[in-house]
T-cell receptor, first 110, second 115 residues
Framework: QKEVEQNSGPLSVPEGAIASLNCTYSDRGSQSFFWYRQYSGKSPELIMF????GDKEDGRFTAQLNKASQYVSLLIRDSQPSDSATYLCAVPSGNTPLVFGKGTRLSVIA | SAVISQKPSRDICQRGTSLTIQCQVDSQVTMMFWYRQQPGQSLTLIATANQGSEATYESGFVIDKFPISRPNLTFSTLTVSNMSPEDSSIYLC????????????FGPGTRLTVT
């Protein structure tokens, strides 16, 4: 089973700071990478995806990919209390459409 | 994105019984998936529900325990059979479109407790 690894957290950041969430994956053949956000008691929602090395920005969110290091990260600028959630990294692997990491719980402190 | 509903939203069931969970989408979608999320854990794919044919199960999941139906492009069911307390979990369906199956949209989930 290919693996997707994340620090479980919790990661606590003050309001307005940058939150940095990291993910490593074991399948060198993976070509696309996804970030899902899951609020407590809710289902996951897709917030970002990235296919190419480098950075991809969408509003306050930036996804960063380094395929050589098998590393993908999510930066959240100007963090808000409403960003407090669990962030799940997901990677296609073999015939499995998505393999999810265990998620990093983010807490933004007002 | 699609609007996805699941029924029931939660249930408490006795050991040895079975529960069928329904997933309804408001538009035709190519791919439908069933996941399990155990307490404090991440999502694990159970199977891909294929329209008009048998579901494709992931390693560790079998049809006898988790039979799946998908009679059309907007509806699927997952049955959890002969339940034990270890089956207590949240079960989620998700959908994806052809060529973009990794960009999945999830239903609200069914919280199952087995006593």
């Amino acid at each position: 089973q290919k693996e997707v690894e994340q620090n479980s957290g919790p990661l606590s950041v003050p309001e307005g700071a940058i939150a940095s969430l990291n993910c490593t994956y074991s399948d060198r053949g993976s070509q696309s990478f996804f970030w899902y956000r899951q609020y407590s008691g809710k289902s996951p929602e897709l917030i970002m995806f990235i296919y190419s090395n480098g950075d991809k920005e969408d509003g306050r969110f930036t996804a960063q990919l380094n395929k050589a290091s098998q590393y993908v990260s999510l930066l959240i600028r100007d963090s808000q209390p409403s960003d407090s959630a669990t962030y799940l990294c997901a990677v296609p692997s073999g015939n499995t459409p998505l393999v999810f990491g265990k998620g990093t719980r983010l807490s933004v402190i007002a | 994105s699609a609007v996805i509903s699941q029924k029931p939203s939660r249930d408490i069931c006795q050991r040895g019984t079975s529960l069928t969970i329904q997933c309804q989408v408001d538009s035709q979608v190519t791919m439908m998936f069933w996941y399990r999320q155990q307490p404090g854990q991440s999502l694990t794919l159970i199977a891909t529900a294929n329209q008009g044919s048998e579901a494709t199960y992931e390693s560790g999941f079998v049809i006898d325990k988790f039979p799946i139906s998908r009679p059309n492009l907007t509806f699927s069911t997952l049955t959890v059979s002969n339940m034990s307390p270890e089956d207590s979990s949240i079960y989620l369906c998700s959908v994806g479109r052809s060529g973009r199956i990794h960009e999945q949209y999830f239903g609200p989930g069914t919280r199952l407790t087995v006593t």
